[in-house]
């Protein structure tokens, strides 16, 4: 299926904890992006690649890091979980200047 | 700072009846775009409607852009039970790499 897929799905974890988050996209598109999702339902982006390259970086905590080892795959980790860092994780792409988002199906992250 | 935002935050209505949902967003566009989110799912792009465009229609979708006013917004025909969802716009700004801001979503129920 052509598609973004992003694993994991669910990610339960404790205070302190590193994770990672994967994402692989199979449409050809050059640019990826990192979307937070917050209880009220608040979309926030906080990364976008551009073929491999950094090109969108929001305000994020440098706990957080985005890896990109090529333009079909943006991996996104964090270290040292917070409790404010519950939330759902959103991966989508696009081509540059193209006309529409196609988005992953999340991962809800849970810091307990 | 936010760029879009809905109005309604939320619409409950009976099906088939017609769905509105309007968006505001405050600096130039070059284009808008309305994304479906079904509760536990990812984003689903809907349509997108540049900034030379008054009016675009998908299926039973219809939207309207007045960059005038900066606002838009997405008409929803002969609503459906499966229709119920949040809907997103998001914004689009010229200039460089795209950028695409999210606005806050309408919590649309299509009651049977």
């Known amino acids: 299926d052509t598609a973004v897929s992003q694993t994991p799905k669910y990610l339960v974890t404790q205070m302190g904890n590193d994770k990672s988050i994967k994402c692989e996209q199979n449409?050809?598109?050059?640019?990826m992006y990192w979307y937070k999702q917050d209880s009220k339902k608040f979309l926030k982006i906080m990364f976008s690649?551009?073929?491999?390259?950094?090109?969108i970086n929001e305000t994020v905590p440098n706990r957080f890091s985005p890896k990109s080892p090529d333009k079909a795959h943006l991996n996104l980790h964090i270290n040292s979980l917070e409790l404010g860092d519950s939330a759902v994780y959103f991966c989508a792409s696009s081509f540059e200047g193209g006309n529409g988002y196609t988005f992953g199906s999340g991962t809800r992250l849970t810091v307990v | 700072s936010q760029q879009g935002e809905e109005d309604p935050q939320a619409l409950s209505i009976q099906e088939g009846e017609n769905a509105t949902m309007n968006c505001s967003y405050k600096t130039s566009i070059n284009n808008l775009q309305w994304y479906r989110q079904n509760s536990g799912r990812g984003l689903v792009h809907l349509i997108l409607?540049?900034?030379?465009?008054r009016e675009k229609h998908s299926g039973r979708l219809r939207v309207t852009l007045d960059t005038s006013k900066k606002s838009s917004s997405l008409l929803i025909t002969a609503s459906r039970a499966a229709d119920t969802a949040s809907y997103f716009c998001a914004t689009v700004r010229s200039g460089g790499y795209q950028k695409v801001t999210f606005g806050t979503g309408t919590k649309l129920q299509v009651i049977p």
């Open positions: 409607i540049r900034s030379n465009e």
């Open positions: 449409l050809g598109h050059d640019t």
């Open positions: 690649y551009n073929n491999k390259e950094l090109i």
